[in-house]
């Protein structure tokens, strides 16, 4: 199919405006996760409900991971403009909805329809960029994409704590409403479709077992090892529940018409490179991110303020590497892009694994930047690479399925990271059990808050530090490993230039 994406009856599409817009609705998602995160101590003061506190983040990440494939495929058989409006209407509804919220129960139910309509955001708005601009633009554009994750990054902890405590927590949801009505009508008046009319089948089977699968890996990986332990009667329920529905799922992926995930894309052997290797890169993404402000703060006896800056620094490399990304894919092609890319999240990694109490947070910030270097070079080449292989028809689903690995690996990263980071603290508090009398895994939080790592006695802080440093070294370990995994798998995308598409 050609792309329908031109002239119409109503005009011709302004590719800079939408480029705006497409910018707008990706800064309204994109800001959500660092200004909720900020207001997320306030929050919980207000309606309660601490044990509830990680499913305010999961409930948003389960519906994204469950739609973001649904909305690719929709966006391939109705055109990507109606799909983008109802993903954006539908996340401003579940905005309003989380502003009113007056439980901790209730704002978990809004989040869900919030993230309902967020799985549509990203992957359609970076699938209209593929689609309107050719194969040499797209990589210098996707680089302007990413730079709106770094400008939400550094914007949205600021923005966040201003209003926290300036306003109310409440106006962190409604911010976006100005943000995705200027979406809206960038994209109504300035992005013209004309998609081919013809009978369309949709896959609802595949759609429910996808959910299915998807629902119950997200329970298993949240509250597995925790609420419920791994032998429990809960967890081989959902083991059981996910192999299962995975396993139909794919058998009728196989035989239906139109599916969800058309598997034969996974065999351009670019593709299928690409979307495993970001599930790798999603595990090393999370396992920095989550952990290295525990790191900075609670070893180095940092502010938060300065935790926080170590972590910009990667949203800062991010975007000017995939500015460059875009320059070195039309220079030098997509594998040696990539290669340097590789070659940069194994150097931060050797970064993180090196670092010591002493070694100060410039050196922590040096790791998180050459990360977001890595990240930025592989991400931009991934994504232009994938929509230059395949046509109109498929590009959609093809830049969905991509972003669903990442997802799947930041989901895989927090339970395998987190269990690792719990289990050697303990393993370690438990050999030194001389000089960790009635110290447990939570006692670590007492050195995450300035005054109360100051009334703890020299030896209970040394002997915590200790082993918060090693087990985190633990983690980092296994992100280096990740790394290299990563470029191995790098190495295997064809040395020829993909085709424009």
Known sequence: MDNPISKSKRGKTNRPLVLAAVMLAMFMGAIEATIVSTAMPAIVADLGGFTLYSWVFSAYLLMNAITVLIYGKLSDLFGRKPILFFGIIIFLIGSILCGFATSMESLIIFRLIQGFGAGAVTPIATTIVGDIYSVEERAQVQGYLASVWGISAVTGPAVGGLLVQYVSWNYVFWINIPLGILSLIGLGYFLHEKVEKKKREIDYIGALLLTVSISSLMFLLVEGGGRWSWG??????????????????????????????????????????????????????????????????????????????????????????????????????????????????????????????????????????????????????????????????????????????????????AALLGGILNNRLANYLNTNADKSDGLTVDSANLLLKENERAGLHENVKEVLQEGLTQSLHWVYYVVLTFSIISLILITFIPKHKQGSA
């Open 232 to 413: 429990s009667w809960q967890v081989i329920s959902l083991i059981t529940l996910f192999l299962v529905t995975i396993t139909m799922f794919v058998y009728h992926e196989g035989r239906t018409k139109e599916p969800v995930m058309p598997f034969n894309i996974w065999k351009e052997r670019s593709i299928f490179v690409a979307n495993v290797t970001s599930l790798t890169t999603g595990i090393m993404l999370i396992g920095i991110s989550s952990f290295l402000p525990t790191f900075v703060q609670g070893v180095m006896e940092q502010t938060p303020i300065v935790a926080g800056f170590t972590l910009t620094a990667m949203s800062i490399g991010w975007p000017i590497a995939s500015t460059i990304s875009g320059k070195l894919l039309n220079s030098i092609g997509y594998r040696k892009t990539l290669l340097i890319g590789g070659a940069s999240l194994i150097i931060g990694s050797i970064v993180f694994v090196t670092m010591t109490a002493s070694s100060g947070p410039l050196w922590a910030a040096l790791g998180s930047f050459i990360i977001g270097v890595g990240m930025g070079l592989t991400s931009t080449a991934f994504i232009v690479s994938i929509q230059s292989t395949v046509g109109w028809e498929q590009r959609g689903i093809a830049t969905a399925a991509n972003m669903f690995m990442r997802n799947l690996g930041n989901t895989i990263g």
